[in-house]
């Protein structure tokens, strides 16, 4: 990799850690959720980077993908298990990162999560394979008394690209892909009380455009010019000042140029958390840019 591009990975990873660290300061009991959320992104811009996508602030059985929505009157609870996952960028290249915010009783749970993390970093170089590190990571999570997210992975990451390969999975397989030196990858363990198991729920805030095609709708033609900058890398709904907006984003949609990212949680009642970094893998193993 580069000089130039490395540097800029670790300058976003920089921003990323310090951004986070206070985003989690400010998750406590009677604090509202769109304020945080808030005042989170707006770090990062005062920072000079730009957001790889929604800040994700995510609950107990939620394990990705939430966000404030606009006017969200929701607040922070006691024995609320808080997941803020933050993705920073500069030109493209981006730092993703999470931590997992206890407002109960939930330690242990928290513990797996980053254990399982730790593992698989102690194990990232060139020629480790993707089930290696996917094998660290269940048996940690399992150590601990608690369940993988089997269908949750890390992910390669690229300019603008925030799910590329390699997937790494929180469960060990036979094979996978080996790492490479010069790859990026962000990996997040997802340790669950519940089935071990996310499906979609109905609650949707965060987009993102797949496709480029003609649409005739005014709105969504406006809507499609506020987010074009971003090159595909996802948006909130409160992001977009514009009239007509929610009929913009179902034309969209329904065109199959802008994709959902629905909340994925675990069965209610259950509690999930989460731990991510990002690294960039060596010649002789891993810097870890948002430690």
Not at 134 to 161: C, K, M, S, W
Request: proline share 5%; aromatic share 4%.
């Amino acid at each position: 990799m580069k000089d130039e591009l490395l540097d800029l990975y670790r300058e976003a990873g920089r921003i990323a850690r310090r951004v986070l660290s206070a985003g989690e300061g400010m998750v406590r009991p009677g604090a509202g959720v769109l304020e945080t959320v808030e005042a989170v992104e707006a770090m990062v811009l005062s920072a000079g980077a730009g957001l790889a996508f929604p800040l994700n602030c995510s609950f107990n059985e939620a394990a990705a993908h939430d966000t404030a929505s606009e006017g969200d009157e929701r607040v922070f609870s006691t024995g609320d298990l808080v997941k803020l996952d933050l993705g920073v960028h500069l030109d493209g290249y981006v730092a993703d990162t999470a931590v997992t915010i206890d407002l109960g009783d939930h330690g242990e749970l928290v513990q797996a999560s980053r254990a399982a993390l730790d593992a698989a970093i102690a194990l990232a170089r060139p020629g480790i394979t993707t089930g290696e590190l996917g094998g660290a990571i269940q048996a940690a999570i399992e150590f601990h008394g608690y369940r993988p997210v089997a269908n949750l992975t890390g992910h390669g990451l690229d300019r603008y690209l925030l799910h590329g390969p390699p997937g790494v999975p929180n469960i060990g397989h036979p094979g996978g892909m080996p790492l490479q030196e010069g790859q990026v990858v962000a990996i997040e363990p997802f340790a669950s009380t519940g089935s071990g198991l996310v499906s979609e729920a109905a609650r949707v805030e965060i987009f993102g455009q797949i496709a480029v095609r003609p649409t005739r709708l005014p709105s969504a033609r406006r809507l499609l010019d506020l987010v074009r900058e971003r090159h595909g890398m996802p948006f909130s709904r409160r992001w977009l000042d514009l009239p007509k907006r929610d009929v913009a984003l179902a034309n969209l949609v329904k065109q199959g140029i802008v994709r959902t990212y629905p909340v994925l949680h675990d069965v209610p009642g259950s509690f999930v958390s989460q731990a991510e970094h990002t690294l960039v893998i060596l010649e002789d193993g891993c810097l870890v840019t948002t430690a």
